[in-house]
């Protein structure tokens, strides 16, 4: 592939250079991506983000499908991982995730235990598997489209969720439902706070402080879908201001300006936000590209005490 010739010479050509990082641990739902990044790996070797087919894993999987009876139409694998370039010239892919798409014939695809049964036959074939030959499916994905009359019904669920399943014992009907209601799974995320942070912004318009933008943004936890990847709800911890300041100069003229729109922040109080803990006021200043961050309650002391000037520019930066 033209992309992956191109890095390849650019990692070669940079490995002389290039310092020992170890490659970083991923964990979750892997998101189908391009190789982009690259890093030093073991030894001589260095990694590139990859995804490749698994031809070797299609065939045996296919395979130990039929000896098991279990008739297929079509078996597709691919893994998602890291390539590993040496300056030896050799190379290999390490599989961190396989996808498995399989196409199988039920005699009807609105019979809920007819096709769990078909999902239960997938399962103890891909647990009887050696690893070698499919490896890591439980951290990838199974698809199954199940066909009849020229209809079909497709379910994708994470490997390891119809494994725990199938362990646990659940056949037919049981199985094919609790297969279709995965959980969703958390994920750490910032959130921007439109609705309140156009309030903010107008506040501080109203103060006449044309120099000054402000936002509002909750931290909390996105549920994802592990197969499509939506967003199904999200959770806000706790919700920070961030206030941006151009146009002053000097200690003096900072602190007076970052007063002002700090009075305008503490009309909007973390109990009648998103989140159940207070969150932090971020101050920064342009052009010198510095910034303070204090919490909530130090800011709205600041307030309180009329601190403005070198005296809040202090505090700013102590943070108390």
């Given at each position: 592939?033209?992309?992956r010739?191109?890095?390849?010479?650019?990692?070669?050509?940079?490995?002389?250079?290039?310092?020992s990082?170890?490659?970083?641990?991923?964990?979750?739902?892997?998101?189908?991506?391009?190789?982009?990044?690259?890093?030093?790996?073991?030894?001589?070797?260095?990694?590139?983000?990859?995804?490749?087919?698994?031809?070797?894993?299609?065939?045996?999987?296919?395979?130990?499908?039929?000896?098991?009876?279990?008739?297929?139409?079509?078996?597709?694998?691919?893994?998602?991982?890291?390539?590993?370039?040496?300056?030896d010239g050799?190379?290999?892919?390490?599989?961190?995730?396989?996808?498995?798409?399989?196409?199988?014939?039920?005699?009807?695809?609105?019979?809920?235990?007819?096709?769990?049964?078909?999902?239960?036959?997938?399962?103890?074939?891909?647990?009887?598997?050696?690893?070698?030959?499919?490896?890591?499916?439980?951290?990838?994905?199974?698809r199954?489209?199940?066909t009849?009359?020229g209809?079909?019904?497709?379910?994708?669920?994470?490997?390891?969720?119809?494994?725990?399943?199938?362990?646990?014992?659940?056949?037919?009907?049981?199985?094919?439902?609790?297969?279709?209601?995965?959980?969703?799974?958390?994920?750490?995320?910032?959130?921007?706070?439109?609705?309140?942070?156009?309030?903010?912004?107008?506040?501080?318009?109203?103060?006449?402080?044309?120099?000054v933008?402000?936002?509002?943004?909750?931290?909390?936890?996105?549920?994802?879908?592990?197969?499509?990847?939506?967003?199904?709800?999200?959770?806000?911890?706790?919700?920070?201001?961030?206030?941006?300041?151009?146009?002053?100069?000097?200690?003096?003229?900072?602190?007076?300006?970052?007063?002002?729109?700090?009075?305008?922040?503490?009309?909007?109080?973390?109990?009648?936000?998103?989140?159940?803990?207070?969150?932090?006021?971020?101050?920064?200043?342009?052009?010198?590209?510095?910034?303070?961050?204090?919490?909530?309650?130090?800011?709205?002391?600041?307030?309180?005490?009329?601190?403005?000037?070198?005296?809040?520019?202090?505090?700013?930066?102590?943070?108390?």
């Open positions: 592939m033209r992309y010739l191109l890095l390849v010479s650019i990692i070669l050509g940079l490995a002389a250079l290039a310092c990082i170890s490659a970083p641990s991923v964990t979750g739902t892997p998101l189908p991506h391009t190789p982009t990044a690259s890093a030093q790996g073991p030894g001589d070797c260095l990694y590139v983000e990859a995804s490749n087919p698994l031809p070797d894993s299609q065939t045996a999987l296919r395979m130990a499908l039929e000896a098991d009876g279990v008739m297929v139409q079509a078996v597709s694998v691919y893994g998602e991982g890291e390539d590993y370039i040496c300056e050799s190379s290999r892919f390490s599989v961190r995730a396989a996808f498995a798409t399989l196409t199988l014939p039920v005699d009807d695809v609105n019979a809920k235990e007819q096709l769990g049964s078909k999902a239960a036959e997938v399962l103890k074939v891909l647990e009887g598997l050696p690893y070698e030959q499919l490896p890591n499916w439980r951290s990838g994905q199974v199954l489209i199940l009849s009359a209809r079909q019904v497709e379910l994708k669920f994470l490997g390891s969720f119809g494994a725990d399943l199938f362990d646990q014992g659940l056949r037919g009907a049981a199985l094919w439902e609790a297969l279709r209601h995965q959980p969703c799974q958390a994920y750490a995320t910032y959130v921007k706070l439109d609705e309140i942070s156009a309030k903010v912004q107008a506040e501080m318009i109203a103060a006449g402080l044309t120099n933008s402000a936002y509002v943004q909750g931290y909390g936890t996105h549920c994802i879908d592990p197969v499509t990847q939506a967003v199904e709800s999200t959770s806000i911890l706790y919700t920070n201001y961030q206030i941006d300041i151009s146009g002053a100069s000097g200690r003096a003229a900072q602190g007076d300006m970052a007063a002002q729109a700090l009075a305008v922040i503490v009309k909007f109080p973390p109990e009648t936000l998103p989140g159940d803990e207070p969150g932090d006021v971020t101050v920064a200043f342009a052009p010198e590209g510095v910034s303070y961050t204090v919490s909530f309650a130090t800011a709205l002391k600041s307030v309180n005490q009329g601190l403005k000037g070198e005296e809040l520019f202090a505090l700013l930066e102590t943070g108390y």
